[in-house]
């Protein structure tokens, strides 16, 4: 099991950004797929970006490429979100999860392939 915790949110201006972190413990097996998703009031949740910490590659979903940077941090614990020109429609519960051993091919940005989430961190963006 991964117990995963996530910072870096809060309330920023349109056109800001904000960097999120996820950092995981309780395992420390080193391919793991991990993933950001989010969740807007009233809205279902959604992928955002995954990447896989063996090998490094990245996973995006097609309709939030360009403002969204996933990367690994220094160890294989943890990642980061980056976002950059935020808009208001980013407002959102950003949640991390994981998935031991790495990612499925075809599966890196389904909610059903992770078994670990965190509790979620909250981003606001105002006009």
């Known amino acids: 099991q991964v117990q995963l915790v996530e910072s870096g949110g809060g309330s920023v201006q349109a056109g800001g950004s904000l960097r999120l972190t996820c950092a995981a413990s309780?395992?420390?097996?080193?391919?793991?797929?991990l993933a950001w998703f989010r969740q807007a009031t009233g809205k279902e949740r959604e992928p955002v970006a995954s990447i896989h910490t063996g090998g490094g590659n990245t996973y995006y979903a097609n309709s939030l490429k360009g403002r969204f940077t996933i990367s690994q941090g220094d160890t294989q614990n943890a990642i980061h979100l980056q976002i950059d020109d935020l808009k208001p429609e980013d407002s959102a519960t950003y949640y991390c999860?994981?998935?031991?051993?790495?990612?499925?091919?075809?599966?890196?940005?389904?909610?059903?392939?992770?078994?670990?989430w965190g509790q979620g961190t909250q981003v606001t963006v105002s006009t």
């Open positions: 309780g395992n420390t097996y080193s391919r793991k797929c």
């Open positions: 999860a994981a998935r031991i051993g790495g990612c499925w091919p075809g599966r890196e940005l389904a909610a059903q392939h992770y078994h670990s």
